[in-house]
């Protein structure tokens, strides 16, 4: 069982749409949650963190965790073609050392004009 | 500007051959990491050090050794260079606090011809 799971994609919505992003995880003793952007060439870059179960806002992105079903996902309303990237869901911890984040494998995102 | 930054970009070497890709923060972060992204995209933790000292050794080839002369910087030597090295490498930092992300350098490209 890998230890964080993603759909590799490619997921297509058109512009405007809302996309819809998952992620499960393996650890229950996992503390923290945290997605990445990836466009093509560059570097990871952080968009949104949570911690607790429920649901976190931030502009167009909407973060979600259930630690019971040990699931993520995320949110992003009226989506723009800049969006179109490739998504990744990190874990960190286990509970043993919290300095240890693991990626999912990454969605890919198209959005279409 | 405060980053990770590591160099080179760009590094096309051919097999057997030994090759060092460097890395250094200003964040005042103290722990570190190197991350392998292959073709498929999947970021794998391979090294992390806090302080400069090794706290997460993932199962790597013998051939990769990190070196942290300092907690600002985090070497990766690479000896015999293989095929299957070719890949992206990030460098990455964070606070010691255990839920901080990671901020990423803008990575190193192998190619092992």
């Known amino acids: 069982q890998k230890e964080v799971e993603q759909n590799s994609g490619p997921l297509s919505v058109p512009e405007g749409a809302i996309a819809s992003l998952n992620c499960t995880y393996s650890?229950?003793?996992?503390?923290?949650f945290f997605w990445y952007r990836q466009y093509s060439g560059k570097s990871p870059e952080l968009i949104m963190f949570?911690?607790?179960?429920g649901d976190k806002e931030d502009g167009r992105f909407t973060a979600q965790l259930n630690k019971a079903s040990q699931y993520v996902s995320l949110l992003i309303r009226d989506s723009q073609p800049s969006d179109s990237a490739t998504y990744l869901c990190?874990?960190?911890?286990?509970?043993?050392?919290?300095?240890?984040?693991?990626f999912g494998a990454g969605t890919r995102l198209t959005v279409k004009p | 500007d405060t980053a990770v930054s590591q160099t080179p970009k760009y590094l096309v070497t051919q097999m057997g051959n030994d090759k060092s890709i460097k890395c250094e923060q200003n964040?005042?972060?103290?722990?570190m990491y190197w991350y392998k992204q292959d073709s498929k995209k999947f970021l794998k933790i391979m090294f992390s050090?806090?302080?400069?000292?090794?706290?997460i050794n993932e199962t790597v080839p013998n051939r990769f050794s990190p070196k942290s002369p300092d907690k600002a910087h985090l070497n990766l030597h690479i000896n015999s260079l293989e095929l299957g090295d070719s890949a992206v490498y990030f460098c990455?930092?964070?606070?010691?606090?255990?839920?901080?992300?990671?901020?990423f350098g803008n990575g190193t490209r192998l190619t092992v011809t």
């Open positions: 990455a930092s964070s606070p010691r606090t255990g839920n901080s992300p990671l901020h």
């Open positions: 650890d229950r003793g996992s503390q923290s």
């Open positions: 949570i911690y607790s179960n």
């Open positions: 990190a874990v960190k911890g286990p509970s043993l050392n919290n300095n240890d984040m693991r």
């Open positions: 964040l005042g972060h103290d722990t």
């Open positions: 050090y806090n302080n400069k000292e090794l706290i």
